[in-house]
């Protein structure tokens, strides 16, 4: 194991998880030991993430996700563990012992620097003879000024060149095909993986050439060829230009749907444009916005897929607590059509203009139904009504209500009432799905994950109960009578012997510690299990009793029950029924 017990503990004490997870959830309310705020893992509107400061671990109502403060940092900077315990002791100005080091780290670096000579070769074959397609492509979308900021490039239309370039560079034929740049051939040999395309090297904002997206130069498909996810690069983790427009002043984020339209809106003067690659906006990358700006412009094609997916990219935003505007451009295709036919400053008051997302989705929700029509009045309502609830403040509430109210054609009063409708009844359904969770006795609830799923319910329930007793009141048990063997539950079993053996070795249970030992599937049920705190100290030695005496009883009736069928089978071979 590479890290040892003792600074794994020395670590989560070094790094409070409230003041940890603080850092990215705001923490709005208490209940007993736990701190709650919004779920950064899900979507939601009323908190159930909790933290808990005296057990060190967080864990999640709604969605399930939990563990140490290890295991938050993997999830959130979508980190390796060995990575997150790194960030974690740069974080608390801690020395991590040198032969711990990650064994990743070398291959990384490595890989890092392999890209950057990559974009510095494609950049190269743009500017020479060998790349006129390329520059004419470039001169064509009137974006030249733009080559060097983004370190744009060009892939020659041959098999070979970037390999041979590299390999004479040292560069072996694992480490260019792990890098995603080249691919092993029918015959073995190695090919080029870009070829005549316009290349724009992936950047991250620490400066790291991570991956390339290939356009091609004519109408072929696909359009864009993008690097597969590798050691440093995940494409649902990454944007497009975020490296440059972390650096504008303009006080917003402007989403676009590909890598030219966001060289394009850069040429123009819109310096804060990034966007995805690949692949629709995903939730990592929406936290990645947020850490970087506090309102989100979306400006995305003009035609139904383009609508289709700011309407799914406005609902990955919203929870975030981010102001979120839609472009809406008439009378052309994209940003760059728009720009190109009116100039930038026609742009700009667009944005200025643009509704924010409870208007454009006030407007499309209204184009979804006959309002010259009773029933696509009393449509409207309803789904109007659901939009409005779900925002946060009063005043935004009664503005957009209004507006709502007069588009349907019904009295601010009854519009209002339909509102308070939706808000009790979401906040009933939320308050009970949390009370479920909390405050019930231990109940049978399968893992999140599917391969710990529990095959005997009843026993599972008994054996989170010791594990739970066990780790929160360890002074009051001596050695349990029960052995991981003893456990229906594989997984439960595992971290039964892994407690009692830190037990006896006189250490308290940290998860932080367990992190290296069980993976985060396993350290998210342990947090599930120790987040419960119905029963009290004075009830414990009781309630450990009553469980050991359930895993018992199961146990003996699953062998009865095998007796019985053994006994059956005989039966039936001695009177001659089997068939
Ligand atoms: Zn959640």
Redesign the pocket.
């Known amino acids: 194991m590479p890290f040892s017990e003792d600074f794994l503990e020395e670590l989560s004490r070094r790094n409070d998880i409230v003041d940890v997870v603080s850092g990215y959830v705001p923490l709005t309310k208490r209940s007993g030991a736990n701190m709650f705020g919004l ?1 950064p ?2 979507g ?1 509107k009323t908190p ?2 909790s933290v808990n400061a005296d057990k060190q671990i967080y864990h ?1 109502f ?2 399930g ?1 939990g563990g140490s403060v290890i295991n938050f940092i993997m999830e959130i900077e979508n980190l390796s563990f060995p990575d997150a315990v790194q960030f974690l002791a740069r974080r608390a100005g801690m020395e991590v012992p040198e032969d711990t080091q990650d064994v990743n780290r070398g291959r990384r670096t490595r890989m890092l620097d392999l890209n950057r000579e990559a974009a510095r070769f494609f950049h190269a074959r743009l500017m020479e003879d060998a790349g006129r397609a390329g520059q004419a492509y470039v001169d064509r979308r009137g974006i030249r000024s733009m080559v060097k900021p983004f370190g744009m490039g060009f892939a020659p239309d041959s098999w070979q060149s970037l390999t041979d370039a590299m390999t004479a560079k040292g560069y072996t034929r694992q480490e260019l095909v792990d890098a995603g740049l080249c691919r092993v051939g029918k015959s073995g040999g190695l090919y080029d993986y870009f070829r005549n395309r316009l290349m724009f090297p992936v950047i991250d904002v620490r400066g790291n050439v991570i991956g390339f997206s290939g356009r091609i130069l004519d109408d072929g498909e696909p359009k864009y060829l993008n690097s597969p996810d590798t050691l440093v690069y995940s494409k649902s983790h990454s944007l497009f230009a975020l490296n440059l427009a972390k650096k504008s002043k303009s006080g917003y984020i402007l989403l676009a749907e590909g890598n030219i339209d966001v060289v394009s809106l850069h040429q123009a003067g819109f310096d804060s444009a990034v966007a995805s690659l690949g692949t629709s906006l995903t939730a990592d990358q929406a936290r990645l916005l947020a850490r970087y700006t506090s309102q989100v412009i979306i400006a995305y094609d003009n035609d139904a897929a383009g609508q289709k997916a700011a309407q799914r990219a406005i609902g990955i935003l919203q929870p975030l607590d981010l102001r979120i505007n839609v472009v809406k451009i008439p009378g052309a295709k994209d940003p760059d059509e728009f720009i190109q036919a009116n100039g930038p400053q026609a742009f700009r008051n667009l944005i200025e203009r643009s509704g924010n997302q409870v208007e454009y989705r006030l407007e499309q929700t209204a184009a979804e139904y006959a309002l010259d029509t009773d029933a696509g009045r009393v449509g409207y309502l309803r789904a109007a009504a659901k939009l409005i609830a779900s925002l946060p403040g009063s005043v935004e509430r009664e503005i957009y209500g209004l507006r709502a109210a007069e588009k349907a054609g019904v009295s601010p009063e009854a519009f209002k009432l339909e509102v308070e409708r939706v808000r009790k009844q979401n906040a009933a359904a939320a308050r009970k799905q949390r009370d479920r969770e909390a405050s019930a006795p231990l109940r049978a609830v399968q893992p999140q994950s599917r391969e710990l799923r529990f095959e005997n319910v009843r026993s599972a329930v008994a054996e989170e109960g010791v594990l739970n007793l066990l780790c929160r009141f360890p002074e009051q048990f001596g050695a349990v009578p029960l052995t991981a063997a003893d456990f229906t539950s594989p997984v439960l079993g595992g971290l039964y012997e892994a407690v009692t053996e830190r037990l006896r070795q006189g250490r308290s249970v940290s998860l932080a510690a367990l992190g290296q030992q069980f993976g985060p599937d396993e350290l998210t049920l342990l947090a599930k299990i120790l987040q419960h705190d119905e029963i009290s100290a004075p009830a414990a030695q009781q309630a450990m009793g009553d469980y050991i005496n359930k895993i018992r009883a199961e146990r003996d009736r699953a062998t009865r029950g095998q007796d019985l069928r053994g006994y059956a089978e005989k039966l039936k071979q001695t009177k001659g029924y089997g068939s």
């Open positions: 779920c893992f899900h939601e159930s993430f999640c709604g969605c996700k």
